[in-house]
């Protein structure tokens, strides 16, 4: 696994072994940045972050921060790693518990994501998206992007109390990608 663009481009990224964690694979990642488009500047927040992949894929690409959601202890050494060995330790943040009680923690910071990655284990989907939905309206900016991978097979994930207003999903393989654009604002014109 690897770092696919941006200023680490081509650096190796360690994956954690044996804790249930899928990695993201590089296909999948190159093909979701694309449709993400570009990160400079951006706040993301990684939920589900296994090996971190996703969240530092974006700060290689020039987002300012990445939040790292994971409670696996073998996972959550595995981010630490690859965040000091690329240097991002300054830009990148992991926050070592469940999804759950993250989000309440980083709904009294003042930060809002751009750019939210959910990556849950497939026996989660879809059900997982409609949970996290609720928790994650309050930290998201305006108009965020969110980024839901999930089994290929099976229902499409939906995103309760996250008003869409563009959606595009994309198959590879046994993954599905869906890429929602959120506006959390007021009205939807």
Same mark, same amino acid.
């Given at each position: 696994?690897?770092?696919?663009? $941006? ?42 972050? $296994? ?68 990556? %849950? %284990? ?32 099976? %229902?499409? %994930? ?14 590879? $393989? ?11 604002? $007021?009205?939807?014109?």
């Amino acid at each position: 696994m690897r770092v696919i663009a $941006g200023t680490h481009r081509g650096r190796r990224l360690r994956a954690p072994r044996g804790t249930g964690t899928r990695p993201t694979s590089d296909r999948v990642r190159e093909a979701a940045f694309s449709i993400l488009g570009d990160c400079t500047g951006a706040c993301v927040v990684d939920i589900f972050a $296994g090996s971190g992949a996703m969240g530092i894929e974006a700060l290689s690409r020039g987002a300012a921060l990445a939040v790292f959601i994971e409670r696996d202890a073998e996972a959550i050494e595995c981010i630490r790693h690859n965040l000091a060995t690329l240097g991002f330790e300054r830009s990148g943040r992991v926050v070592p518990r469940d999804w759950s009680a993250a989000l309440a923690g980083l709904r009294s910071s003042d930060t809002r994501f751009d750019i939210c990655v959910i990556d %849950p %284990p497939y026996a989660l989907f879809p059900g997982i998206s409609d949970e996290i939905g609720p928790g994650l309206a309050p930290i998201l900016s305006e108009y965020a992007t969110v980024m839901l991978e999930g089994p290929a097979q099976g %229902p499409v %994930p939906t995103l309760d109390g996250v008003r869409v207003t563009e959606r595009t999903d994309r198959t590879y $393989g046994s993954t599905r990608v869906s890429i929602l654009r959120a506006y959390t604002q $007021g009205e939807v014109e």
